[in-house]
């Protein structure tokens, strides 16, 4: 009985993370990063952000889907 209910536990909880993926557009991306740069900011970087990688990120588009108006 009890691994039943952790079968169900289990299966209620990947369904909600697959759901949870599916609403916030992960998958809308091809890839993580956008480029070389933008990984290593992103993984040691972000903790001492310059205005060199402000500019970088805003020349580059690291961040977000880009909305047309």
Do not use: R
Not at 40 to 50: A, I, L, N, V
């Amino acid at each position: 009985m009890k691994k039943l209910f952790l079968l169900i536990v289990a299966g209620l909880f990947l369904c909600g993370c697959g759901a949870a993926a599916k609403e916030s557009g992960f998958w809308e991306h091809s890839t993580m990063y956008k480029n070389w740069d933008h990984l290593k900011y992103s993984w040691f970087g972000y903790k001492h952000p310059t205005p060199a990688t402000g500019q970088k990120s805003q020349q580059q588009d690291w961040w977000g889907i880009p909305v047309e108006e």
